[in-house]
């Protein structure tokens, strides 16, 4: 036998004695072993959570109370907690969770101007879209008089100064919220005959504003209509 064959046959018998060895400790059966676990039984989740270790496992909260607490944290960062206006706003978040009241107020100053001049201008094409059918009804008879009577409004928007929300509440499926409008504008009215009747076409002047919205939270339209104004002095 040459060496080579003498040191193959060596490591053979080393590894047969290991196997047996490495058998009579690990793959012997005592008749105590506990059987598998099923990790994601239910008795076996119950058994987890009344072991020392339990208090190691993270509980992961539920998709809908995380939505929930995202969205009504917009709400806590715009009004405080506890206040009737948050509560309010929490009711409307939870029929409407798209409503984000930063987003809202934005959206309420830009209708704003674009109804206010619209009005300036006679426009009832614009004002259609924006407005419920009562306030349009109102708004289209204001036209109509300024119109026979030959007047005409000439006006500048200039800016608003403060857009806040005053008052929200749930009517059904119907959400309304009233918000408190301080712009500045430069507006005259002028006869048929170009006279001035109202206003000044040069100072500008404060306009004091409380115009309620409203939107139907069944419906798929996101927009919110005006339905209601009122002037404070």
């Not at 590894?15 to 598998?36: C, D, H, M, Y």
């Not at 994601?40 to 270790?53: I, K, L, M, Q, V």
């Not at 008052?167 to 507006?187: F, N």
Request: hydrophobic share 40%.
């Amino acid at each position: 036998m040459g060496s080579n064959d003498f040191v193959t046959l060596f490591f053979l018998v080393a590894a047969v004695l290991i196997f047996l060895q490495l058998r009579s400790v690990l793959g012997r059966r005592t008749g105590n072993e506990k059987p598998p676990r099923d990790l994601y039984s239910p008795r076996d989740a119950a058994a987890t959570s009344e072991t020392p270790d339990a208090g190691k496992v993270v509980t992961l909260p539920r998709r809908d109370v995380v939505e929930d607490e995202d969205r009504f944290a917009a709400i806590d960062a715009f009004t405080p907690s506890g206040t009737p206006l948050n509560d309010s706003l929490r009711e409307l978040s939870k029929a409407d969770p798209s409503f984000n009241p930063k987003e809202f107020i934005n959206g309420a100053r830009m209708a704003y101007e674009m109804i206010v001049m619209a009005f300036a201008n006679g426009d009832r094409k614009s004002l259609k879209g924006l407005l419920s059918r009562e306030v349009y009804d109102g708004f289209d008879a204001a036209i109509s008089d300024r119109e026979a009577k030959g007047e005409k409004v000439k006006s500048t928007f200039v800016g608003i100064d403060k857009a806040d929300i005053m008052h929200a509440e749930m009517k059904g499926s119907e959400a309304l919220v009233t918000v408190r409008l301080v712009s500045q504008m430069i507006s005259a009215t002028y006869d048929k005959s170009d006279t001035l009747i109202e206003g000044d076409a040069e100072s500008v002047g404060e306009v004091n504003d409380l115009w309620t919205f409203s939107r139907d939270t069944r419906s798929r339209d996101p927009n919110w209509k005006l339905v209601a104004t009122e002037s404070e002095q």
